[in-house]
């Protein structure tokens, strides 16, 4: 059998035979290979095809509201009217421009005279609309490049944010150049300015983004994001959830239809714990000093005001803040960006005398008749201390418990300092919850700073010094606020609470609670009732005492109890270049419904700068004042809507 084949294949028709089964199984399997790919494959490629022609364009959702406790919107959403232009809709022109060019010049265009015919056809566009509404477009070449070759399917920005009459003349001249259009977006809002600034704080607008990484190349139009304050601590609560669509476009990379989407979801509303017109008060006191203010509620710890000054208009970063005018706000020394009621740590002078009286207090060292004797001057370790008052050429003679603290006695409190010692000092400081942050939602808290007893043995002259708080004691404004809140309560340590619910708004106007914070009990003092209760009338008597440090700070018909400091500011060569005047207090006293700390970075002294300040923040809240605190004016509502998803 095997010569017959052999013999075959050496005749010529054996070798034709050979190469046509060759043949005839190199077709069978070319075939079998087509099948599998336009027939069993065929709806893959399909789908793959499909999603490289799809775009998906994501929406920004409208950010939530911030209220105060009253339902005073503080911070909302308003409608930007932008006159935008589509490129996908200039085709046609573009196309028609690049064929007179090639027919005058009789040769193939460059590409890149191609894009600059297309970047001549916008300009013409802008300028067209600019002239019918009065306004000058500010593009340049570079940002119209981009956008044609990166976001093509978003719109392009001509004229933002255009005013009433803009829009009303435009809408007078419809219909448009071709390709433009005016869209409505939401811009962020604040309805009054400065006030609350450091706590609401500020946000940017991104700019447009394309991402290529997931299945289907991801478009993102400007988003707003929270930068400092509420806004970026709850950025992701306000923010909301994007909504999207999905385009198809063809082979030159252009729309071709739109495939549908899903509307955004607006953000969550924040209801503060904070009073719009408390906070204007705190504010307008301020409002001659660099310092801070702090208003608690003695009886759950809420923040009625938190004020910071000087301050800025949180409306100048919307949309964008100039370049120019933010670098101002960075050098500018009196640096208003700070929040100092939060994020700045300063001695707090004689109010830590109060720390000082608890602890003496509470471990036996201190009662009502402990006495010293004040010549103006004591000497320590080998250095001389003095009293405030010997400055004045004078001295306090012989005071009591309640006598050193109404009238602010150094040389008791260096005296008694030294015998109740840092390490109770420091222990009474624990239990009111110094040397660590509060925990209220705000960026950027400061800890303060306590001895570290663990790292060093501390002598008797740096002990009297952190009696009078100095040295190595440092407490924010916030801190002081929650100390005179404990104490006006009678001992219970309560965190500040700045927000009281975050709130999901309903498509009826109403909203429901998604969280509500309650209030947070963090400690109570070890110390009696009674004992308390004396440190409350020495208080009391800081005031209302006609000789009382603090009696700047009475009001009228009103018991006020308070505590004046001043610490003094050192250079580097322990020269004394400046003070910081403290006072802290509450009102009133048989039934306390406010709780303040006062810092001012550049007063002479608690007493002749902080205690007024605290004065006029009383006079308004109890409006005893001539022209009580307005609410702050409540704009008109807006009846505009974006995406049919929420009134703006």
């Known amino acids: 059998m095997r010569q017959l084949w052999r013999d075959i294949f050496r005749r010529e028709e054996g070798r034709l035979m050979l190469l046509g089964l060759v043949i005839v199984a190199c077709l069978s399997l070319l075939a079998a290979q087509l099948f599998q790919l336009q027939v069993v494959q065929s709806a893959q490629f399909d789908a793959s095809q499909e999603r490289q022609s799809q775009r998906l364009v994501e929406l920004p959702a409208v950010r939530g509201l911030i209220y105060d406790r009253n339902g005073i919107c503080l911070a909302d959403s308003r409608p930007s009217f932008d006159a935008v232009i589509y490129l996908d809709e200039l085709y046609d022109e573009w196309r028609t421009k690049i064929r007179q060019e090639v027919r005058r010049h009789g040769k193939r265009l460059e590409p890149g005279r191609r894009d600059q015919l297309l970047i001549e056809l916008v300009h013409e566009k802008a300028d067209t609309f600019g002239r019918l509404v009065g306004a000058r477009p500010q593009l340049d070449d570079r940002a119209i490049r981009v956008h044609a070759a990166d976001l093509r399917p978003l719109p392009l920005v001509l004229f933002a944010d255009l005013s009433e009459t803009a829009v009303a003349i435009a809408n007078e001249h419809f219909p448009l150049p071709a390709g433009v259009a005016i869209e409505v977006n939401p811009i962020r809002r604040y309805r009054y300015g400065s006030l609350a600034a450091h706590v609401l704080g500020y946000v940017r607008c991104s700019k447009p983004t394309l991402d290529t990484e997931q299945g289907v190349p991801t478009f993102t139009q400007p988003e707003v994001s929270g930068v400092s304050g509420l806004e970026i601590k709850f950025d992701e609560e306000l923010r909301g959830r994007a909504g999207s669509r999905t385009i198809l476009i063809n082979a030159r990379g252009y729309k071709e239809r739109d495939l549908g989407g899903h509307p955004a979801e607006p953000g969550h509303d924040l209801v503060l714990s904070l009073d719009a017109r408390c906070q204007q008060a705190a504010e307008q006191a301020l409002a001659e000093h660099v310092g801070a203010a702090v208003v608690l509620d003695p009886n759950n710890g809420d923040v009625l005001a938190l004020a910071s000054n000087p301050t800025f208009d949180l409306n100048r970063f919307i949309p964008h803040i100039r370049p120019q005018d933010m670098e101002a706000l960075l050098k500018d020394p009196s640096k208003p960006l700070a929040n100092r009621a939060v994020s700045e740590q300063y001695a707090p002078g004689s109010t830590f005398k109060l720390v000082v009286t608890l602890a003496g207090l509470d471990c036996g060292k201190l009662s009502p008749s402990s006495s ?25 003679g012989q005071v009591n418990l309640r006598a050193a603290i109404v009238h602010s006695c150094n040389i008791f409190f260096y005296e008694h300092g030294m015998d109740i010692g840092m390490a109770s000092i420091v222990a009474m400081a624990k239990q009111l919850h110094l040397g660590e942050q509060t ?23 740096e002990t009297a010094n952190v009696a009078i708080g100095q040295g190595e004691i440092d407490t924010t404004p916030l801190q002081m606020a ?19 619910s975050i709130q999901q708004p309903g498509k009826d106007g109403g909203s429901t609670a998604v969280y509500e914070f309650p209030a947070r009990e963090v400690g109570r003092l070890s110390l009696r009732p009674q004992l308390m209760e004396l440190v409350r009338q020495a208080m009391r008597g800081v005031v209302q005492d006609s000789d009382g440090t603090g009696k700047k700070a009475g009001c009228p018909g009103i018991e ?18 400046g003070h910081r005047a403290w006072f802290v207090s509450f009102a009133p006293y048989q039934n306390p419904k406010y709780a303040l700390a ?23 809240l109890f409006g005893v004042n001539d022209k009580p605190a307005a609410a702050p004016h409540k704009p008109k509502p807006l009846t505009a809507s974006i995406g049919g998803t929420r009134p703006l």
């Not at 010293?372 to 004045?392: L, R, S, Y």
């Not at 400061?446 to 002259?461: C, E, I, N």
């Not at 929650?482 to 009281?500: E, H, Q, S, Y």
């Open 372 to 396: 010293a004797f004040c010549t103006g001057q004591v000497e320590v370790g080998g250095q001389m201390k003095k009293c405030w008052i010997k400055a004045k050429g004078g001295q306090h």
């Open 439 to 461: 925990g209220i939602l705000l960026p950027h808290e400061a800890r303060g700073h306590l001895p570290d007893l663990a790292r060093h043995h501390y002598r008797p002259a």
């Open 482 to 500: 929650c100390v005179v809140a404990t104490i006006a309560n009678g001992g219970t340590v309560f965190a500040p609470r700045l927000v009281k």
């Open 560 to 577: 006020v109890a308070g505590k004046t400091g001043t610490a003094q500011v050192m250079d580097t060569h322990a020269n004394i270049i």
């Open 598 to 620: 006062i810092m001012l970075e550049d007063g002479d002294s608690g007493g002749q700068t902080a205690a007024p300040v605290a004065g006029k923040i009383y006079a308004h």
